[in-house]
């Protein structure tokens, strides 16, 4: 009798020795221990990077300026329409602020390629796999970027919707098919590549800001080009 009781025990008892209790699910990360965490690869690529080099701070302000300057300039238009009566008509005055547009970042590609020059390569990125995938980002991103434009023509690349110059209809094939805003992440997988091919620690920095800076405008474009629409769509009902 007194084996079986024990048996019984010992099959009722949990098995603790056999089986570590488990994190919990929300108070998991509170549970590691970061100390021991390998933070070599982080350093590494850390000390190839110069934050107090100007180039870097002349790059980083090309790259917030731009999506700023635009969103303030196309929405002002839009409330005021002076732009057009400046320049006598919203056709010219929409390519006028994309002839801007496209000078402003020639400029931005300009000073990100003087950062990366400037600051050290990482030898960890020089590889021949890496280099190529360099040049696979930037031919798939000037895909995007070139057929997003021969999709929406000029004036829909450069905020003519802002100036009154409305599409007929949303363009869904491609590259919009892919992702809403082929343009902005066409450019951001060309910095990327670039980045890559440069074996430039500070080139992802910089593309990270990139990719921030248009996911920023993009918030506020997307929500405001659809009123802009919308409004188009009323004004039709009541005509």
Not at 171 to 181: A, C, H, K, S
Request: aromatic share 12%; glycine share 8%; proline share 3%.
């Amino acid at each position: 009798m007194s084996d079986s009781n024990a048996d019984a025990e010992r099959n009722d008892s949990p098995a603790t020795d056999n089986h570590p209790a488990l994190l919990d699910c929300c108070g998991g990360l509170n549970n590691v221990d970061y100390s021991k965490m390998d933070l070599t690869l982080m350093g590494a690529f850390l000390k190839h990077i110069n934050v107090y080099d100007s180039r870097l701070c002349i790059a980083v302000i090309a790259i917030l300026f731009n999506p700023l300057f635009w969103n303030v300039v196309a929405r002002w238009e839009h409330r005021t329409r002076r732009l057009s009566g400046l320049f006598g008509s919203p056709y010219l005055a929409c390519c006028c602020l994309g002839f801007v547009i496209i000078l402003l970042n020639i400029y931005r590609s300009h000073s990100m390629t003087v950062a990366m020059k400037a600051q050290a390569r990482w030898e960890v990125m020089e590889r021949t796999e890496v280099f190529y995938a360099g040049i696979a980002l930037m031919v798939f991103g000037t895909l995007l970027v070139v057929s997003s434009f021969l999709a929406l023509g000029f004036t829909g690349t450069f905020l003519g919707d802002y100036f009154g110059i409305l599409m007929d209809e949303k363009v869904t094939g491609f590259p919009f098919n892919i992702t809403e805003n082929p343009m902005y992440w066409g450019s951001t997988a060309n910095y990327l590549g670039l980045a890559l091919i440069g074996a430039s620690p500070v080139g992802l920095v910089l593309t990270a800001i990139v990719a921030l800076a248009y996911k920023v405008a993009i918030s506020f474009e997307g929500p405001f080009t659809e009123q802009i629409y919308r409004e188009r769509s009323l004004q039709h009902k009541r005509e």
